[in-house]
């Protein structure tokens, strides 16, 4: 059963950093692209970033460019999204998702959930003012 468990998600002040966790079971992840969406309150689900597990290949939103960096263990089967400088529009719950389309972090198409197979059930993200 595939299977991908968020955590790390809290509560920082504005300009803190966090680093979340995408864990996953079921596949190898160096055969899927995994990315990071959000969903505020009242709000569409945002594409945030992508690594591609071909290559390490990442794409990010403009909003999160220079802040927030995607790395990935595949010995532990998990990718990572360092994030710093955190803003108060930042805070949401941060889901992965995985699909097994590689080429999906060359371009924006990555930022589409649409696109994604497999879902995480979320972990939330705070950054106060």
């Known amino acids: 059963e595939v299977q991908l468990v968020e955590s790390g998600g809290g509560l920082v002040q504005a300009g803190g950093s966090l680093r979340l966790s995408c864990a996953a079971t079921?596949?190898?992840?160096?055969?899927?692209?995994i990315g990071w969406f959000r969903q505020a309150p009242g709000k569409k689900r945002e594409g945030v970033s992508c690594?591609?597990?071909?290559?390490?290949?990442?794409y990010y939103v403009d909003s999160v460019k220079g802040r927030f960096t995607l790395s990935s263990d595949n010995a532990k089967n998990t990718v990572y999204l360092h994030m710093d400088s955190l803003k108060p529009e930042d805070t949401a719950v941060y889901y992965c998702?995985?699909?097994?389309?590689?080429?999906?972090?060359?371009?924006?198409?990555?930022?589409?959930?649409?696109?994604?197979?497999?879902w995480g059930q979320g972990t939330q993200v705070t950054a106060s003012s």
């Open positions: 079921g596949f190898t992840m160096d055969h899927y692209t």
């Open positions: 998702a995985a699909d097994s389309d590689l080429t999906l972090a060359y371009w924006r198409g990555c930022l589409d959930s649409t696109r994604y197979d497999y």
């Open positions: 690594i591609s597990g071909a290559d390490g290949s990442t």
